[in-house]
T-cell receptor, first 115, second 110 residues
Framework: NAGVTQTPKFQVLKTGQSMTLQCAQD?????MSWYRQDPGMGLRLIHY???????DQGEVPNGYNVSRSTTEDFPLRLLSAAPSQTSVYFC??????????????FGSGTRLTVV | AQRVTQPEKLLSVFKGAPVELKCNYS??????LFWYVQYSRQRLQLLLR??SRESIKGFTADLNKGETSFHLKKPFAQEEDSAMYYC????????????FGTGTRLTVIP
């Protein structure tokens, strides 16, 4: 199993550009989420999805969009990149809320720099 | 509101010394608590789940509901334990969202 796969691993954007970070999992997990990791701030939840067709906002959703058309894929879109969005982005997945004690599986991350 | 607090950003210990990484949470119910570890240039990995009461790589963590703490402990630190450690919780109800503390970077000095 590949687990959680994120692409690209690195990306440099100019302010105002848009892009999509890809995330795919092959574990048939119902729950998927996106985090950003910043020094001294830990990981903060951007958006999450409890199943195909269902998405919701996390702690820091502004400037980001998501969709969940299939169980496997959960792309994160930056609408108009800003330097404040320079960060490392992690995608994660887990079983449903019925098995919330199982924990999450994380992707390897995307390091994004906005200049 | 800060759900998970890790008071130490940096922690250095000598090899063979005991190590304790502190974690406190603010929640009146019974959350699911976890420790995740991130080694250099690697993805986050689940280290411990409080519900399983297991010992992984010599680490243990006990949930103290009275003190709302979930400190991570190891009696004898090893150099390979150097990493970033995150305490995290999932609430008992609602969506399956995992909330993280700010992390503690552990350095084990040879």
């Amino acid at each position: 199993n590949a687990g959680v796969t994120q692409t690209p691993k690195f990306q440099v954007l100019k302010t105002g550009q848009s892009m999509t970070l890809q995330c795919a999992q092959d574990m048939n997990h119902e729950y998927m989420s996106w985090y950003r990791q910043d020094p001294g701030m830990g990981l903060r939840l951007i958006h999450y999805s409890v199943g195909a067709g269902i998405t919701d906002q996390g702690e820091v959703p502004n400037g980001y969009n998501v969709s969940r058309s299939t169980t496997e894929d959960f792309p994160l879109r930056l609408l108009s990149a800003a330097p404040s969005q320079t960060s490392v982005y992690f995608c994660a997945s887990s079983y449903s809320i019925l098995h919330r004690d199982y924990g999450y599986t994380f992707g390897s991350g995307t390091r994004l720099t906005v200049v | 509101a800060q759900r998970v607090t890790q008071p130490e950003k940096l922690l250095s210990v000598f090899k063979g010394a005991p190590v304790e990484l502190k974690c406190n949470y603010s929640y009146s119910g019974s959350p699911e608590l976890f420790w995740y570890v991130q080694y250099s240039r690697q993805r986050l990995q689940l280290l411990l789940r409080h519900i399983s009461r297991e010992s992984i790589k010599g680490f243990t963590a006990d949930l103290n509901k009275g003190e709302t703490s979930f400190h991570l402990k190891k009696p004898f630190a090893q150099e390979e334990d150097s990493a970033m450690y995150y305490c995290a919780l999932i609430y008992q109800t609602g969506a399956n969202n995992l909330f993280f503390g700010t992390g503690t970077r552990l350095t084990v000095i040879p």
